[in-house]
């Protein structure tokens, strides 16, 4: 049974367009990003007998970054954004 749904509910129309397809080769599952100048710290911690074990990674981007369609490579640096609001 259905519960409670607002009559004007579009769920799914709204979900397929916000997909990321890229306009070169028409891939819409594989991307990357790549970032520029990335200073990557990690803490330590040492302990008692002289061991050391990680406490947590901190990542600063300095330089840009740009996103690629993981089949050809094109340049979707446009689409970034939307990217990072819809990365869970
Ligand atoms: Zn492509």
Same mark, same amino acid.
């Given at each position: 049974m259905p519960v409670d749904l607002p009559l004007n509910a579009k769920p799914v129309q709204h979900k397929t367009s916000l997909r990321i397809t890229c306009p070169?080769?028409?891939? !819409?599952t594989d991307f990357f990003e790549v970032a520029d100048s990335v200073i990557l710290t990690t803490h330590y911690s040492q302990n008692e007998d002289g061991s050391f074990t990680q406490d947590e990674d901190e990542s600063q981007i300095l330089g840009e970054i740009t996103f690629y369609c993981g089949?050809?490579?094109? !340049?979707?640096t446009q689409f970034h954004q939307r990217f990072l609001e819809m990365l869970f």
């Open positions: 070169e080769c028409g891939n !819409d089949e050809c490579n094109a !340049d979707l």
